[in-house]
């Protein structure tokens, strides 16, 4: 067990719960899989045609300005493989939400990207990830994750959420 992770699709956070004065406990696949995409991976130094494509700019230099930030873990510095962890959906904040399907492809691409290292570290044997608009507010995404375990016959199917501010 590992602890878990509530996720606030709302705030865009997630945070440890306490139940009956102790940490509630969950799933560790499920907890991998949320830091894997709600941390913020470090923006990389040039953007993707597919970045540029929904309006995505390139971050810039951190030092010259606060909305320029790269983000990021300090602690990837140290990373054997130089493979950074979490995932760039942080920058979907700075997409514009035209030609939805394109937004939805990015999407897809940036959750492969976070989660493809339970795929190389063998946690995974495969991963489907399925996007679409939430039928119920506009400005969120859904994606549902199914990652499948090496010898497991099902998989373990994950579902979250990702709201745009300000639109």
Do not use: H
């Amino acid at each position: 067990m590992d602890i878990a992770i509530i996720w606030n699709a709302r705030e865009s956070r997630g945070d440890w719960t306490i139940v009956s004065g102790d940490l509630a406990l969950d799933n560790p696949l499920r907890s991998a899989v949320m830091v894997s995409i709600f941390s913020d991976r470090v923006a990389p130094d040039q953007s993707s045609p597919a970045d540029f494509a929904i309006a995505i700019q390139e971050p810039g230099n951190a030092a010259v300005s606060g909305l320029n930030d790269r983000r990021g873990w300090w602690g990837d510095a140290y990373e054997p493989d130089g493979i950074p962890i979490g995932s760039r959906l942080w920058q979907l904040r700075r997409a514009i939400k035209v030609g939805e399907q394109t937004v939805l492809l990015e999407l897809k691409d940036i959750l492969k990207e976070c989660l493809q290292w339970l795929i190389d570290d063998g946690v995974a044997a495969s991963i489907a990830i399925q996007t679409a608009w939430s039928a119920v507010s506009p400005n969120t995404a859904e994606f549902a994750i199914s990652v499948f375990e090496p010898g497991a016959s099902t998989p373990q199917t994950f579902l979250f959420s990702w709201a745009w501010e300000g639109l």
